[in-house]
């Protein structure tokens, strides 16, 4: 366990970010974009493009820029309102950078060996891979205690990392004797599309590497696209059941409901009391009329923010500045308490 010896008493502050690699496809949305959206009006929310993570593996200097202004196009479109959400590309805010290195000195080998998400990126060959994917994780523990968020949504994938987050804030509270100092973050894993499995495959997750295209739902896909995935996505051919216990045992059944539920904002139980006993040739056709009525708005406002990118780019200045106001002052007591030298100081 790694409870503080003095809990954090500061605000509650949301923060989360995405990638800025390839397109967004229905896990991001459903297990982020989506949550972020409905989570903005509880508490300051802190909402970035994750463009330091990004070249970790190799990227196109020519399209990352591109490719930033592209997820803060979706955060927009998904209904983030930029006068009440901070957007912002990581890389803009330095202090993420520097806090990163802290961390660097407060994690441990350890624990860093332990990430599953290194090992599945890198592959076989871990000496190839760039130390900065290595040292990931730690970056992603600034990102977050940079802002001292309180709450982070994020998708099912992204639990290890929030473990790994607390150990490391309790750790700089413990070692610089500064019980309190830093937060110990609460990851909001929540609601029916935590971990949105592949179309094709019912054991992997969603994602944007999978070669693929017919695997995921990508946020840019038109109406016909969209059908069309559904239509060919892997299932049995049972109808379906009528409890959730049933359903367990069946991944690609599993995964539709879920991604029906998340949807419609409904339960898989609320799904089900509908669709029981019905085969797919009802419920495909159901799932992707109901796919194309909530993602075709965003994607219309996403690819005219996109022909846009003055807009884009002013949304991302403004946050860039919100968000260098409120890490500043925390940077900067954090560098005290490591002790380093500033004038008039120590
Ligand atoms: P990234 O860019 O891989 O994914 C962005 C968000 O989408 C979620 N997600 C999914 N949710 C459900 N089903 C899926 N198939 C699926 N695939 C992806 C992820 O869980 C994530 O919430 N390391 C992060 C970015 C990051 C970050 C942070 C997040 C950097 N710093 C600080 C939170 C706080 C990442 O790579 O996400």
């Excluded at 927009?76 to 957007?87: F, V, Y």
């Excluded at 309790?170 to 100092?181: L, Y």
């Excluded at 051919?237 to 059944?253: I, M, S, V, W």
Aim: hydrophobic share 45%.
């Amino acid at each position: 366990m790694t409870d503080a010896p003095a809990a954090y008493s500061g605000p509650k502050r949301i923060l989360s970010g995405i990638q800025a690699s390839g397109s967004l496809h229905l896990g991001n949305y459903l297990g982020a974009l989506k949550r972020f959206v409905e989570l903005q009006d509880t508490a300051p929310t802190f909402v970035f493009v994750a463009d330091l993570h990004a070249i970790t593996v190799w990227q196109d200097p020519a399209v990352l820029a591109a490719q930033t202004r592209e997820i803060a196009a979706a955060y927009i479109a998904s209904g983030l309102d930029p006068k009440h959400s901070t957007i912002f590309p990581q890389s803009a805010v330095r202090e993420h950078a520097e806090l990163a290195w802290i961390f660097n000195c407060v994690a441990r080998l350890g624990w860093l060996d332990r990430m599953t998400q290194f090992k599945e990126k890198s592959g076989q060959h871990k000496e190839r891979a760039s130390v900065g994917l290595y040292t990931y994780p730690v970056l992603q523990a600034a990102d977050i205690l940079l802002y001292r968020a309180t709450h982070v949504p994020v998708g099912e994938d992204q639990k290890q990392h929030l473990e790994l987050t607390r150990d490391i804030a309790q750790k700089f509270n413990n070692d610089f004797s500064a019980p309190g100092f830093f937060p110990l973050p609460e990851p909001m894993i929540q609601g029916p599309a935590t971990r949105v499995m592949s179309l094709r495959d019912g054991s992997a997750k969603m994602s944007k590497s999978d070669p693929s295209d017919l695997s995921r739902i990508n946020l840019l896909d038109d109406a016909d696209a969209i059908a069309s995935k559904i239509r060919k996505a892997r299932t049995d051919p049972e109808p379906l059941p009528d409890t959730l216990e049933a359903l367990k045992a069946r991944p690609e059944a599993d995964n539709l409901v879920g991604i029906y539920a998340a949807l419609a904002d409904e339960t898989k139980a609320e799904v089900l009391a509908r669709y029981a006993g019905q085969g797919f040739g009802v419920f495909k056709p159901a799932l992707a009329a109901l796919a194309v009525e909530k993602l075709g708005p965003v994607t219309g406002e996403m690819r005219r923010l996109m022909a846009d990118p003055a807009e884009v780019d002013r949304v991302l200045v403004a946050g860039a500045e919100r968000a260098r106001e409120a890490a500043a002052p925390i940077l900067a007591e954090t560098r005290a308490k490591v002790g380093f030298w500033s004038a008039g100081a120590g």
